[in-house]
């Protein structure tokens, strides 16, 4: 549950992506993390993004201010 809260403060600061949430939180499961948030009530917003120089596709999660 540390983990849940440490993206909730990250995510109300600034969008996150799994990538960052690795390095900030130590999760490798954001995707996860996200649902049991958004289970909770939270109000968490996505998008693909489509990264040019590696070819990889992620989500970036971010909530409204």
Same mark, same amino acid.
């Given at each position: ?25 130590? %999760?490798?499961?954001?995707? %996860? @993390? ?19 120089? %590696?070819?990889? @596709? ?8």
């Amino acid at each position: 549950m540390a983990q849940n809260k440490m993206i909730l403060e990250l995510l109300k600061k600034r969008s996150l992506s799994p990538l960052e949430a690795l390095k900030e939180v130590g %999760t490798m499961k954001l995707a %996860t @993390r996200i649902s049991e948030l958004r289970a909770d009530g939270n109000k968490i917003k996505d998008r693909w993004v489509d990264d040019p120089l %590696t070819r990889k @596709r992620y989500k970036r999660y971010w909530m409204e201010k």
